[in-house]
């Protein structure tokens, strides 16, 4: 065994564990925010904090996969303290899985897909006789991030809790 629960070589992946927490999710959690400020900034101002932020997330999102992985580490060089039948695990791993397939599958897509909208808008100039064609799509993709971002949000906090109060786990 290369580590037991407790030792410092856990305490180290521990530590990577919560760091690549910190980075991954700290990266995307406030997206929101710069989705309004993309928003209320017209042409390229607004496509330019809206490709900084996709781009901080893309690099959030390694941290992010690293959090799944050193999480298992955990689990595997935890000396049997935590095994993956206990519900705080098993659970949190699928809500995970879950909300990185949601990303993926919806949310990334529908960001994408409002950046190649504003940079059409911007290459066509100003609107000639009501708002440009790519708007009415616009506001549906928004209205759409607005309901996927702050469930993805919660569905952390959701993790966060399973592993602070360990249901179905050691007492500790």
Request: proline letters at 6%; a neutral charge.
């Amino acid at each position: 065994m290369l580590a037991a629960f407790g030792s410092d070589a856990y305490k180290i992946v521990l530590v990577l564990h919560i760091l690549c927490a910190i980075v991954g999710f700290g990266a995307v959690f406030l997206n929101g925010i710069y989705g309004q400020q993309a928003k209320s900034r017209k042409g390229p101002e607004g496509l330019a904090i809206s490709q900084a932020n996709f781009l901080v997330s893309e690099i959030g999102t390694y941290f992010i996969y690293a959090v799944f992985v050193l999480g298992i580490v955990l689990v595997l060089i935890g000396d049997n303290v935590f095994d993956f039948g206990q519900t705080w695990i098993w659970l949190s791993m699928a809500l995970f899985l879950a909300a990185i397939g949601v990303s993926h599958g919806l949310l990334r897509p529908k960001v994408r897909r409002m950046q190649a909208l504003m940079e059409e808008m911007i290459a066509s100039g100003p609107p000639v006789g009501g708002p440009p064609p790519q708007a009415a799509e616009m506001e549906t993709l928004g209205k759409a991030l607005g309901i996927i971002g702050p469930a993805l949000d919660i569905t952390l906090i959701v993790i966060l809790f399973l592993m602070v109060f360990k249901p179905g786990g050691p007492s500790l």
